[in-house]
């Protein structure tokens, strides 16, 4: 067992990325279910029942360990973290900001917390603040992201010299190629977003899902939102948005993303989505892009 799956308590180092709406109970169970390790989102979570509801609906569909995000910038994510410690989750991520008040709770629930961070300085911070791993995530992944970044292929190795604690790299991670470039560099284990939306068991609607298909490696641009910035895929509405023609921010809000993200109109709001989309080809099962990715199924091109 690496010190990755050990903490995870899944088969392989590979944590599906929380993704809002789209980390429903399904699609966490799917990636726990094939060895991964499935995480609820609650970054855009406003209900602590509905949180409850979500955990427990997840351990209706798997007995594999699952985890949740919890994200700084949403002021219940202290009662989130409750929650998540009363319905036995042992492993969460924080991300969003500085997890310095979350950990000490987190641990007394008996909780493991893996940090994410942007640059080698907060992985610091967070491993003096107690974090039990990290995940480094660059520039080139999917959602939000904060006002600097550096790419996956500097900032990881930079966070493995930085830090005395297991790294798992994210960002532009999409199949065995990225995979093993991320354990090359360092990383125990990967992060993966964008590249589990282009699957089957994924809710995204298929719209967005074929615009991951269809987009290239320079489909991607960062919107501003202020406090933190978005990759996105470049619609006709974030080409506005990175014009300045466009306000961004009802476009990440519960509507807008109802209507693009699961109703399928793409200029509703802002498709979150890295630059892996240029290597993502097709829509298969998660435990297909899974077992490509460990080399149960290694990929031709590779
Ligand atoms: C649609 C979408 C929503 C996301 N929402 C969150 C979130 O709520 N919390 C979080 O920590 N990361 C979030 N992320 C980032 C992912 O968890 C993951 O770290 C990132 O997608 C990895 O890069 P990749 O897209 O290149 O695989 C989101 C990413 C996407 C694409």
Not at 119 to 130: F, H, I, L, Y
């Amino acid at each position: 067992m690496s010190r990755i799956t050990d903490l995870l308590g899944s088969r392989h180092p590979i944590i599906q990325g929380a993704m809002g709406v789209i980390s429903n109970p399904e699609m966490v169970a799917a990636v726990s279910e094939a060895g991964g390790f499935g995480l609820l989102a609650t970054a855009f979570a406003a209900d602590p029942g509905l949180v409850r509801d979500q955990a427990q609906a997840t351990k209706e569909l798997t007995d594999k360990p699952f985890g949740a995000n919890l994200f700084v910038m949403n002021p219940l994510a202290a009662r989130f973290a409750r929650v998540f410690a009363e319905e036995g989750v042992k492993c969460v991520t924080v991300s969003g900001g500085s997890p310095r008040e979350l950990i000490p709770m987190l641990h007394e629930a008996g909780i493991r917390v893996i940090v994410v961070t942007p640059n080698a300085d907060s992985a610091r911070s967070a491993e003096a603040a107690g974090a039990d791993a990290i995940v480094a995530e660059g520039a080139e992944s999917g959602g939000v992201q904060g006002l600097k970044g550096s790419s996956t292929m500097v900032l990881v190795p930079a966070v493995v010299d930085a830090v005395n604690l297991p790294v798992i790299a994210a960002g532009g991670i999409g199949d065995s190629r990225g995979y093993r470039a991320a354990l090359a560099l360092g990383a125990e284990g990967v992060q993966v977003g964008t590249r589990f939306i282009a699957t089957r068991e994924c809710i995204a609607h298929d719209n967005y899902k074929s615009a991951i298909v269809e987009t290239k490696e320079t489909g991607t641009g960062l919107v501003d939102m202020g406090r933190f910035r978005i990759r996105a895929l470049r619609t006709g509405l974030a080409e506005k948005m990175l014009r300045g023609e466009e306000p961004a921010d009802q476009a990440f809000r519960g509507e807008a993303i109802e209507a693009s993200w699961l109703g399928g109109d793409l200029n509703a709001g802002v498709l979150p989505a890295g630059e892996i989309t240029g290597l993502v080809s097709d829509i298969p099962s998660v435990k297909e892009v899974i077992e490509e990715m460990v080399g149960a199924n290694r990929s031709q091109r590779s």
